[in-house]
């Protein structure tokens, strides 16, 4: 069965700290999706990266860079000199659906509160 | 570009009562489904369709309906709410299908309900 653990419920950190958000996950198959997903203070779910499991490049967006390891079943997340604006919670999910977009698991989030 | 549209946005119910969550999308995707947000649980799959006339049971389908009678329209039916369904619902919907489509899920702006 899939599964997603984010062990860190709450994390707080300082403008301009560095801070990774960790993600692990179960999953039986071989081809599967790990997502990102962000939800700031206003609610709405935000897409930040989908992975698919073939592809262990780590990725970088700016602040934002992405770990994944194969062997170790993570997908954690980086998020550079941290802004206040980057408080939100910050969902992780798999996925083994073949669209890779479908029947996604999510993890139970990891609140960030980045204080000025 | 409305993307994912859901109404209403908030909605109080008294137990037993039933109502329809509505949700639109306008980006012809084929796949559509509805998760439900409760505190410290992260997001839970109730139902989904991978296209019009398909459904199929999520997660947590209990106490909800659905049906997909075109590709842009996925109403959420609750039969007779109780207070265990008080919740944030979202909708969501992606192109679905092949994998070779780098398609994410993108999400509604959710609806918050409280059954009393």
């Known amino acids: 069965a899939q599964k997603v653990t984010q062990a860190q419920t709450e994390i707080s950190v300082v403008e301009k700290e560095d801070v990774t958000l960790d993600c692990v996950y179960e999953?039986?198959?071989?081809?599967?999706?790990l997502f990102w997903y962000k939800q700031p203070p206003s609610g709405e779910l935000v897409f930040l990266i989908r992975r698919n499991s073939f592809d262990e490049q780590n990725e970088i967006s700016g602040r934002y860079s992405w770990n994944f390891q194969k062997s170790t079943s993570s997908f954690n997340f980086t998020i550079t000199a941290s802004q206040v604006v980057d408080s939100a919670v910050y969902f992780c999910?798999?996925?083994?659906?073949?669209?890779?977009?479908?029947?996604?698991?999510f993890g139970k989030g990891t609140k960030l509160t980045v204080n000025p | 570009n409305a993307g994912v549209t859901q109404t209403p946005k908030f909605q109080v119910l008294k137990t037993g009562q039933s109502m329809t969550l509505q949700c639109a999308q306008d980006?012809?995707?084929?796949?559509m489904s509805w998760y439900r947000q409760d505190p410290g649980m992260g997001l839970r799959l109730i139902h989904y369709?991978?296209?019009?006339?398909?459904?199929d049971q999520g997660e947590v389908p209990n106490g909800y309906n659905v049906s997909r009678s075109t590709t842009e329209d996925f109403p959420l039916r609750l039969l007779s709410a109780a207070p265990s369904q008080t919740s944030v619902y979202f909708c969501?919907?992606?192109?679905?299908?092949?994998?070779?489509?780098?398609?994410?899920?993108?999400f509604g702006n959710g609806t918050r309900l409280t059954v009393t």
């Open positions: 999910a798999l996925s083994e659906a073949q669209g890779g977009s479908e029947k996604l698991v």
């Open positions: 369709s991978v296209g019009a006339g398909i459904t």
């Open positions: 999953t039986r198959d071989t081809t599967y999706y």
């Open positions: 969501a919907s992606s192109l679905g299908g092949d994998s070779a489509s780098n398609s994410p899920l993108h």
């Open positions: 980006m012809n995707h084929e796949y």
